[in-house]
């Protein structure tokens, strides 16, 4: 069973009216054939659960995409054709998916619009219904924060957070990353009033609109 599940039972009525960190949340991220949530594919995949603001064991996997690995993206991430050959499909890995992130009250991750816009399109290809998760994102949230910075990069953002970037551009290490700086980042966002999923969801909407 879900880890998540008696939590969610709790308070399924009014997720949103949740404090963060009480809630927790599952940090998502994928890596990708390209930067076109359009049409690109994935090649590997992590869900890592944040409870007690400590990172939990959670599900990982490369991810074979059924096409060429263009070279321009294998010099991102380091993933080639060879390397994912034996991975599952995203069929499987949706499944997966599912399982890891049922009863979750929120997810989050670095411009995680992508990451769903992504997932979503496989799903709706396959049939399968939305993910109806709210997803926080860090980029938005710090960028709210600190609306003077040249940029919100993951590395930027993971410096002046005080958290250090393990693993970048593999699929668990940016989940990671960017896990930790929403922790880092939450202690400032209180401060200014925003503490349940709710408020911090409105916060990056309002953000989103300036950027």
């Not at 970037?165 to 930790?180: F, K, M, N, Q, Y």
């Amino acid at each position: 069973m879900s880890p998540w599940l008696p939590r969610w039972l709790a308070r399924r009525a009014s997720p949103e009216l949740t404090a963060l960190r009480e809630a927790g949340f599952v940090a998502l991220d994928l890596e990708t054939t390209g930067l076109d949530a359009r049409r690109d594919a994935v090649v590997s995949v992590a869900a890592v659960p944040f409870l007690g603001g400590q990172p939990r064991p959670g599900y990982a996997t490369l991810v074979n995409p059924e096409r060429p690995i263009p070279p321009a993206s294998t010099a991102i991430h380091g993933l080639t054709d060879d390397m994912v050959a034996a991975a599952p499909r995203i069929d499987r890995v949706l499944a997966a998916l599912d399982d890891v992130l049922d009863g979750t009250p929120v997810l989050a991750g670095h411009g995680v619009d992508f990451d769903l816009a992504v997932l979503e399109r496989e799903r709706r290809q396959r049939g399968l219904p939305r993910l109806a998760i709210p997803a926080l994102d860090t980029l938005l949230l710090a960028a709210a924060l600190n609306p003077g910075w040249p940029d919100y990069t993951l590395e930027r953002v993971a410096s002046r957070a005080g958290v250090e970037v393990v693993g970048r551009h593999t699929a668990e290490g940016d989940a990671l990353t960017a896990g930790r700086i929403l922790l880092a980042l939450l202690p400032a966002l209180e401060g200014r009033g925003f503490r349940t999923v709710g408020e911090l969801l409105w916060l990056q909407r309002q953000t989103r609109a300036k950027l």
